[in-house]
């Protein structure tokens, strides 16, 4: 089991571009959280598929968009990047309505913006 | 609003030198308490979950505990490679699944 997968694992990209991230589950998990981490802060919840719907989301503007596919990956997209967009995006699978402790966190993607 | 306070921020200890981590938290409802590990460049690792106060539980040389307002990561006799940084988290009662809330974290680094 190769568990939670992203891609890629580092990016950079300058102000204003957009990014797509990427994640796949681990088997036998069909819920995706994204979380963003910057540099020495705690994860910040983003936002959670299911059912290839966004289920909530946290506090973060428009420009983080996402998207869920049939098979359970997941992509974050994000906008008009900001310097302040440099961070650790991590993904996070799970089985829908299992506990918290069912969830596992992939490698994240180091973004940069330069 | 919900929220999670760990302290100290950065912790320096000699190996076999015990210590505890301090995790506070504010939250409306707490379904349960997390505690991860998180290597450098890498994803959280988790550690424990606790749910109701007086809870504890243990893994090699780390001791969770959980009261009414706040959690203690024990860390017994550490080695080198307890360095890490630990992050502290709650998932809340009405928000969504598995959706954690985290503390800044500590890190934690233990000289040989």
């Known amino acids: 089991d190769a568990g939670v997968t992203q891609s890629p694992t580092h990016l950079i990209k300058t102000r204003g571009q957009q990014v797509t991230l990427r994640c796949s589950p681990k088997?036998?998990?069909?819920?995706v959280s994204w979380y963003q981490q910057a540099l020495g802060q705690g994860p910040q919840f983003i936002f959670q598929y299911y059912e290839e719907e966004e289920r909530q989301r946290g506090n973060f503007p428009d420009r983080f968009s996402g998207h869920q596919f049939p098979n359970y990956s997941s992509e974050l997209n994000v906008n008009a990047l900001l310097l302040g967009d440099s961070a650790l995006y991590l993904c996070a699978s799970s089985p829908w309505g299992q506990g918290a402790d069912t969830q596992y966190f992939g490698p994240g993607t180091r973004l940069t913006v330069l | 609003e919900d929220q999670v306070t760990q302290s100290p921020e950065a912790l320096r200890l000699q190996e076999g030198e015990s210590s505890s981590l301090n995790c506070s938290y504010t939250v409306s409802g707490l379904r349960g308490l997390f505690w991860y590990r998180q290597d450098p460049g890498k994803g959280p690792e988790f550690l424990f979950t606790l749910y109701s106060a007086g809870e504890e539980k243990e893994k090699e040389r780390l001791k969770a505990t959980l009261t009414k307002k706040e959690s203690f990561l024990h860390i017994t006799a550490p080695k080198p490679e307890d360095s890490a940084t630990y992050l502290c988290?709650?998932?809340?009662?009405?928000?969504?699944?598995?959706?954690?809330?985290f503390g800044t974290g500590t890190l934690l680094a233990v000289q040989p």
């Open positions: 988290a709650v998932h809340a009662y009405g928000g969504a699944t598995n959706k954690l809330i």
């Open positions: 088997s036998g998990h069909d819920t």
